[in-house]
């Protein structure tokens, strides 16, 4: 076991299984007990323990944990003071970039944030919520909602709602419309700031961000591997996308070459078709797990 080790904190709930599914891609195996609040990790240098998103901030500025993964919703919710280490859009679950909004009822005679005034709001952000109204020198009434937050604007509970959404589909379900947009939000890796003038701990979360980074990089992508006739080169160099350029090596038969890139899930099946015509040949897919850059590393 390490003398040295970094404490990590990973979020409870509905990110949870997408989490543990990047660190996999990123290098790490996570393996999490329904009855254990602190999932075992195949890194001697790493302890992780589970924690609402809501919470993540609050421990990791009080040092509870070194580093982990939550909203910056949550982290102006709670005011805290953390090191923004790295972005981490998920593209698979509900983490890509979503939005705070203030909705209202369609028949509402609400149809600005200034109209606003003297209505009472429900939201589980309250504490920016307030802010966020105090600022514009809009007075009101801010309360803490437990769930369900549209049917209490639809039961005429409240007036309005701010609630977070992508697509705001659910929120046009209910009957609802969207006014304003308050804040933009995605999942980050947050750093205690002190964990962060470690050189140790450091150096063991930049490792993490870029790797986790790498991981990300590579949704939704694969790799092409094929053989070329050395006449049909430029012509297929043409067609292939690739984040530099296509790797070319040579094949034993001079009069051929290999060529290998990288390129999105989505255009395989377009793109396969046209090099056959062209006249590659011999054509693999395979799967990435990570595609690190030298751009997403922290300094």
């Not at 509905?14 to 599914?21: K, N, P, V």
Request: charged share 25%; hydrophobic share 40%.
């Amino acid at each position: 076991m390490s003398d040295k080790v970094l404490k990590i904190g990973i979020p409870k709930g509905s990110l949870e299984s997408a989490t543990i599914e990047l660190f996999q891609k990123a290098g790490w195996r996570i393996s999490v007990s329904s009855r254990n609040y602190f999932p075992s990790i195949d890194d001697p240098e790493l302890s992780c323990a589970l924690v609402r998103a809501q919470e993540m901030s609050r421990y990791v500025e009080m040092g509870t944990l070194d580093v982990g993964l939550t909203g910056i919703d949550w982290v102006l919710e709670n005011e805290s003071k953390v090191e923004f280490v790295a972005d981490l859009v998920y593209s698979k679950v509900s983490t890509k970039k979503a939005r705070w909004v203030l909705a209202v009822p369609n028949d509402s005679g609400i149809s600005t944030i200034e109209d606003c005034k003297g209505k009472r709001i429900s939201t589980e952000l309250v504490n920016f919520t307030r802010t966020y109204f105090k600022e514009r020198n809009i007075p009101v009434d801010i309360e803490f909602s437990w769930g369900a937050t549209e049917a209490k604007v639809v039961e005429g509970l409240v007036d309005g709602i701010v609630e977070v959404t992508e697509t705001g589909s659910t929120i046009r379900a209910h009957g609802l419309k969207i006014i304003h947009t308050l804040l933009e939000t995605n999942t980050k890796l947050i750093a205690n700031k002190k964990s962060m003038k470690d050189a140790w701990k450091r150096t063991k979360i930049r490792q993490i961000a870029l790797l986790l980074q790498g991981a990300l990089n590579a949704e939704n992508m694969v790799g092409l591997k094929m053989n070329i006739p050395k006449i049909k080169l430029e012509a297929v160099i043409k067609i292939l996308p690739s984040i530099t350029a296509p790797t070319i090596s040579a094949l034993h038969d001079p009069d051929w070459v290999s060529a290998e890139t990288v390129i999105n899930e989505s255009i395989v099946r377009e793109i396969i078709p046209q090099l056959i015509s062209i006249g590659a040949d011999g054509i693999i897919e395979y799967p990435l797990n990570k595609i690190v850059c030298k751009k997403d590393a922290i300094d």
